[in-house]
Each structure stands twice: as structure tokens, then as C-alpha cells.
Antibody, heavy 118, light 107 residues
Framework: QVQLQESGPGLVKPSETLSLTCSVL??????????WSWIRQPPGKGLEWIGF???????KYNPSLKSRLTISVDTSKNHFFLKLSSMTAADTAVYYC??????????WGQGTLVTVSS | DIQMTQSPSSVSASVGDRVTITCRAS??????VAWYQQKPGKAPKLLIY???SLQSGVPSRFSGSGSGTDFTLTISSLQPEDFATYYC?????????FGQGTKVEVK
């Protein structure tokens, strides 16, 4: 059973870049036909799919975030990453990493709350 | 983006009740719909994929149906652990979008 764990700063200042890491245990980010996703949820609100990276390194980004977003992978550490620049209060959310096929997220991390505030 | 409209936004129910949640897509998405359950402070859990396929380990009281633009999640006999918020999600065109959620509350 794969386990995913998000890590990163809980507090980011406006205009700064958020960097999050998803550590993957019990599965390889470079094998199989899996898609490794980032999904976020503002406090008390619904879910937004940020983007994903495929096991071959290909990526797909939400157009609303594309200009600020980079998703990458480090196969040697079995991690994948999110970088989101020019953070504003609207980016305050619980950020989840997840694994799935092309269309769903089967396995999720516990989530990490990121607050944007000076 | 495809809009997913869920109804109702909340439902009050008792243990043993049959609960039905609907989701309407803004365009035809075939059967590319998933349903998730989320409890407070927890990550969503996949229940149903491809509109009607039950995810491994999910109790059979959960079922999904529909195709095209109209989809339904049914809980045949509500159990205490089923009080939660449920989301539909389209998987036809990225960015995949979620419904706004349906909270199943104790009556």
C-alpha cells in the first residue's frame, strides 16, 4: 500500500514561492502507469486539481495556475515537488499530494496547510 | 472548464436511511465521474470511479450510476461512519473539476 506524505512551510509571505515535497513510500514515482498529482482545498471550501506529473516526467497544469506552477520529480529520492510562485492570500489552502490513474486520485497524503500572510 | 453541480448541498438523514446525491456536468462527460468521501480534517477517499465502479475496499452499500451529464451516488443504508461530505469529480477534460460538495448530517 503506497503512502504519501507532504512536507513544506506552513506559512508563506505574499509574493514568495511555495515549495512542497511529497515523499512516496511503498511505490516508485518512476514505475508503472501512475499519475502523481497536487490538489488543494481552501479552508472550508471545495477541491481544486492543481496538476500532475506522469511517471515518464510529463506534466499537466491547471491553466489558472500554469504561469506560476512547476511540478517536478526526483526519482533518486522517490519524491515529487510543487513550486507555486507569487503566492497571495487566495492560495491559502490545504495542499494534498495524491497518486492515481489519468482521471482519478486513488491514494492521498494527509495534506499540509499553507497560509499566506505577512 | 467543465462545471459540476452537486445537489443537495446538505442532507439530514438517520442511520439506515437511503441517501442519494446527484451531480450534473455542464457538458457530456460519458462516464468519467468519480465520487469521494471526506471527513473533517482528513483527505478525500475515493469511493467510485468511472461512474459506477466500486473502489477496492469500499462497502457495497455505496453505488454510482449515470452517464453523459447526470450522475448519482447512492448510499443504500446509511451507517454511522458515513456522515461526511461527498464530492463528485469529472475526469474527462483537464483541469478536472469537483462539485461543491454534499454534507450528510445527522437528522
Amino acid at each position: 500500500q503506497v503512502q504519501l506524505q507532504e512536507s513544506g512551510p506552513g506559512l508563506v509571505k505574499p509574493s514568495e514561492t511555495l515549495s512542497l515535497t511529497c515523499s512516496v513510500l511503498g511505490g516508485s514515482v518512476s514505475s508503472g502507469s501512475f499519475y502523481w498529482s497536487w490538489i488543494r482545498q481552501p479552508p472550508g471550501k471545495g477541491l481544486e486539481w492543481i496538476g500532475f506529473i506522469y511517471s515518464n516526467g510529463g506534466t499537466k497544469y491547471n491553466p489558472s495556475l500554469k504561469s506560476r506552477l512547476t511540478i517536478s520529480v526526483d526519482t533518486s529520492k522517490n519524491h515529487f515537488f510543487l513550486k507555486l510562485s507569487s503566492m497571495t492570500a487566495a492560495d491559502t489552502a490545504v495542499y494534498y499530494c495524491a497518486r492515481g490513474d489519468l482521471t482519478v486520485a486513488d491514494d492521498w497524503g494527509q495534506g499540509t496547510l499553507v497560509t499566506v500572510s505577512s | 472548464d467543465i462545471q459540476m453541480t452537486q445537489s443537495p448541498s446538505s442532507v439530514s438523514a438517520s442511520v439506515g436511511d437511503r441517501v442519494t446525491i446527484t451531480c450534473r456536468a455542464s457538458r457530456d462527460i460519458n462516464t468519467w465521474v468519480a465520487w469521494y468521501q471526506q471527513k473533517p480534517g482528513k483527505a478525500p477517499k475515493l469511493l467510485i470511479y468511472a461512474a459506477s465502479s466500486l473502489q477496492s475496499g469500499v462497502p457495497s452499500r455505496f453505488s454510482g450510476s449515470g452517464s453523459g451529464t447526470d450522475f448519482t451516488l447512492t448510499i443504500s443504508s446509511l451507517q454511522p461512519e458515513d456522515f461526511a461530505t461527498y464530492y463528485c469529480q469529472e475526469g474527462n477534460i483537464f483541469p478536472y473539476t469537483f462539485g461543491q460538495g454534499t454534507k450528510v448530517e445527522v437528522k
